[in-house]
């Protein structure tokens, strides 16, 4: 399953979100809520890095597309976040997924 995906921000810059389950979720510890509206999920969560370790449902993720602006100063803690989550979640990444996290690795460094 192909997880990680581009989406553009309210601001047009370029934003990432890594699409898991409740089961990950309950296997790196967590309670596979949304941390916004603390409501169940539909059985996915989704991880954004400029908000840190926060899981959003579905609907705060929409929610949350609309009104995400980037912020250049952001970025080193954007990247770190990456890392937290390949280091500490244990999520499995395909080759796509692997190059999409490429990506946008390249498209920060291109705005530091």
């Known amino acids: 399953m192909d997880r990680v995906f581009i989406y553009d921000g309210s601001d047009g810059h370029k934003e990432l979100a890594i699409k898991v389950t409740t089961e990950e979720c309950f296997n ?8 916004l509206c603390n409501e169940d999920s539909d ?3 989704y991880l954004c890095p400029e908000l840190g ?5 579905s609907k705060c993720f929409e929610e949350h597309k609309g009104r995400v602006k980037f912020y250049q100063e ?3 803690y ?6 937290s989550y390949a280091n500490n979640y244990g999520l499995e990444f ?3 997924d692997m190059k999409t996290i ?3 690795v390249a498209l920060l460094k291109e705005v530091v």
């Open 28 to 35: 790196w510890g967590g309670l596979a809520v949304c941390d």
């Open 43 to 45: 059985g996915f969560l």
């Open 53 to 57: 370790s926060n899981a959003l449902c």
């Open 74 to 76: 952001d970025a080193p």
């Open 78 to 83: 954007t990247l770190n976040s990456l890392l």
């Open 94 to 96: 395909s080759d796509t």
């Open 102 to 104: 490429l990506t946008y």
